[in-house]
């Protein structure tokens, strides 16, 4: 059975929520990505937005493959880069060229909105393995250190 893939417009959120569902599998982080489901119309307003880009692969109606980006429009240049957040495919369902697939839409939204790049962050762990050799057979490896900087809301 073919898989298709699907650029999820505003009227996709029951597509959006299944690959919520989906990356909380794949990434045994179930309540990160179900736990404090945002609603409807959040994900729709996420959807209708010009910085967002969601992508799906279903498979008899289920989602098996999913691709979250956001494209960074630069002050420096007119251009902009993409940056792919989560990718993720169901475990039963991995090997068969699924991510690869989605890369591979994504690189033709990223040309149709004037996009210069592609990236994406992975970690250095034996879970990430799969996915450094993925990325590294479809683009350019560079080693970057990177910091999360708490947010103080008080």
Do not use: W
């Amino acid at each position: 059975m073919s898989v298709s893939l699907h650029h999820l417009a505003p009227d996709d959120v029951s597509l959006l929520e299944g690959m919520l569902i989906m990356f909380g599998e794949a990434f045994q982080e179930m309540d990160t990505y179900t736990g404090n489901a945002p609603s409807e119309g959040y994900l729709r307003g996420l959807l209708s937005g010009d910085a967002f880009i969601a992508l799906a692969a279903v498979k008899k109606g289920d989602v098996v493959g999913g691709l979250a980006a956001y494209e960074l429009k630069k002050f420096e240049q007119e251009r902009s880069e993409i940056y792919i957040y989560d990718l993720a495919v169901s475990s039963g369902h991995r090997r068969e060229g699924i991510a690869t697939a989605l890369i591979e839409k994504l690189k033709e939204k990223a040309a149709q909105r004037g996009a210069y790049t592609i990236f994406v962050q992975a970690d250095t762990n034996a879970e990430d393995e799969p996915a450094i050799a993925l990325y590294t057979k479809l683009g350019k490896r560079e080693d970057i250190l990177h910091f999360d900087i708490p947010v103080d809301c008080s």
